[in-house]
């Protein structure tokens, strides 16, 4: 079975703050993908970012930046400076290989981001 | 491109009513999955199709039924409605990249409230 866990129900920063988003997986597959999505107040899911199990390099688009440690089961998400745009909920999920359509999501961590 | 579509944003059912959540995608995308979101809590998966005339259980599949007659369209019914299932549905669709790794793209959701 697959689980995410993302320890932090919410978080709160004042703006220009760096904040961390926790994600720990687990899982059984040696080959899966994480993903992060955003769900701002308005309610949709945006994508933001997927990551291969066997790719540990690490990203960074803009303010946002993601570590993965495959040693650690962990997918932390960084926001560099945060905006006031930034508060929202956002959503670590993984899928397994060959998991089409299926994706276990993690619980959210709300982010309210105060100027 | 529309992208995911969902009719109706807004629903509300008397205990018992049976309805259809509509779910359209013009993506030509082969896989499409349905979530519901209660409060406080990371989707769960439902239903999910990989084609059409191919649809399988997800996490929470009780009192829900699917059908995948077109790759379009992926239509989601309550058979009975319970006040247990209020919460937001959202469908998904996604099509496989090379690699494997590929992230689902959201509809704006259905609000659903049974009373």
């Known amino acids: 079975a697959q689980k995410v866990t993302q320890a932090q129900t919410e978080i709160s920063v004042v703006e220009k703050e760096d904040v961390t988003l926790d994600c720990v997986y687990e899982t059984r597959d040696t080959t899966y993908y994480l993903f992060w999505y955003k769900q701002p107040p308005s309610g949709e899911l945006v994508f933001l970012i997927r990551r291969n199990s066997f790719d540990e390099q690490n990203e960074i688009s803009g303010r946002y930046s993601w570590n993965f440690q495959k040693s650690t089961s962990s997918f932390n998400f960084t926001i560099t400076a945060s905006q006031v745009v930034d508060s929202a909920v956002y959503f670590c999920a993984l899928r397994g290989f060959g998991g089409a359509g299926k994706s276990t999501f993690g619980d959210g961590t709300t982010l309210t981001v105060k100027p | 491109n529309a992208g995911v579509t969902q009719t109706p944003k807004f629903q509300v059912l008397k205990t018992g009513q049976s309805m259809t959540l509509q779910c359209a995608q013009d993506m030509n995308h082969e896989y499409m999955s349905w979530y519901r979101q209660d409060p406080g809590m990371g989707l769960r998966l439902i239903h999910y199709s990989v084609g059409a005339g191919i649809t399988d259980q997800g996490e929470v599949p009780n009192g829900y039924n699917v059908s995948r007659s077109t790759t379009e369209d992926f239509p989601l019914r309550l058979l009975s409605a319970a006040p247990s299932q209020t919460s937001v549905y959202f469908c998904?669709?996604?099509?496989?990249?090379?690699?494997?790794?590929?992230?689902?793209?959201f509809g704006p959701g259905t609000r659903l409230t049974v009373t």
């Open positions: 998904a669709s996604s099509s496989p990249r090379q690699g494997g790794s590929y992230e689902q793209y």
